[in-house]
């Protein structure tokens, strides 16, 4: 890491207004720890037009112009079992109310909603602590894709859960950084090798899945809201609202170990010579952490493709699909997770 990457931060502050108006922009509230810079970019679709004026250069004085605003970036850390829930107010689902589950733990339940989009807008803040001249916010911001998961299991090693977030928003302005930088308490990481893979059919209970012991080698998951800014005629050239350039989706990516019960719930369902519906499993993954703290995701998985793919010299399948509306979730997956952080 440099020493010029020290000095930049991330805060956030959920902003008062909803998908479809997501209002004005707000003071940060808290810090959000990243290991890299996150870097806020503006796109104004700046053109000059091709005129043919009778010499051989193209640009004419004074006709160039703009076009509509547009900002985005890409955020990257480690899934934290304390701060996961912003970055999920932003794509799953907003104004989630934690249940309390009595000794200072609470759970936050977020399932990719299907229908009307509950999503909360963030003011996003970054930049350089010392250089006011460096700082800058991003407004009314959405996450239009969510990628988390963790490498291969090593050993010696760690292989964490991590995420990226494509991040839209309406604008990037230079503005001063909220002084108050304080990040959420006792962070801990998600770690792949504390994390379990439970399956089981469409018709077992999520809390009654088997768990299929010591065969989970890796997991990448990634929701897709597919995100786009609308922008009409006026007196500014800011968009005004979001929309969907197509239905959302969930895929995911894993690597497990070759055993009868992974043959038999993975490869054999799927490799079938009678044509017939993509058969389809209900999958539980759970990540523990300290002190009780937990991540689990739930999902009815639709299996595409079951290739053989390696890792330490063991050869493994790599189960990847889509996932499926399940009735129970109201939803085709959902993400919950147990933490001591009572509220927003």
């Not at 299907?114 to 803040?125: A, K, R, S, W």
């Not at 792949?192 to 768990?211: C, D, F, M, V």
């Not at 239905?247 to 894993?254: L, Q, R, V, Y």
């Amino acid at each position: 890491m440099s020493s010029e990457n020290v000095f930049n931060v991330l805060q956030m502050g959920a902003q008062a207004g909803t998908f479809y108006d997501p209002g004005a922009a707000v003071a940060a509230t808290f810090l959000y720890p990243v290991e890299d810079p996150v870097d806020f970019q503006l796109d104004r679709a700046s053109a000059y037009p091709d005129h043919d004026l009778g010499r051989n250069v193209r640009n004419n004085p004074g006709s160039g112009y703009h076009g509509v605003r547009g900002a985005s970036t890409t955020l990257t850390s480690q899934v934290r079992f304390d701060d996961i829930m912003d970055i999920l107010e932003m794509i799953y689902q907003g104004s989630t109310a934690p249940a309390a589950l009595g000794g200072g733990l609470f759970s936050w339940t977020y399932p990719f909603e299907h229908g009307d989009p509950t999503v909360v807008p963030y003011t996003l803040e970054g930049g350089n602590i010392d250089n006011t001249d460096a700082q800058m916010r991003m407004t009314s911001c959405l996450v239009g894709s969510l990628t988390i998961g963790f490498a291969a299991i090593t050993a010696p090693g760690a292989s964490p859960w991590t995420l990226s977030a494509d991040i839209l928003g309406f604008d990037r302005e230079i503005e001063d950084l909220t002084l108050s930088l304080t990040a959420r308490s006792n962070l801990q990481v998600a770690q792949g090798h504390l994390t379990r893979l439970y399956e089981g059919t469409t018709a077992t209970a999520y809390a009654s899945l088997t768990e299929i012991e010591g065969s989970l080698k890796s997991f990448t998951m990634t929701a897709e809201r597919n995100l786009t800014l609308r922008a009409y005629g006026g007196a500014d050239d800011l968009p005004l609202a979001f929309g969907f350039t197509e239905k959302s989706n969930g895929t995911f990516e894993s690597m497990v170990g070759i055993n009868p019960t992974s043959r038999s719930d993975f490869h054999d369902i799927w490799n079938v010579t009678v044509p017939s519906p993509i058969s389809e499993r209900r999958w539980r993954l759970v990540c523990t952490g300290g002190s009780t703290r937990s991540m689990t995701i739930d999902a009815r998985v639709g299996i595409l493709a079951v290739p053989y793919d390696d890792a330490d010299g063991e050869r493994l399948f790599k189960v990847t699909g889509e996932y499926v509306y399940d009735d129970t979730l109201d939803a085709n997956h959902q993400l919950a997770v147990v933490n001591g952080v009572s509220a927003l």
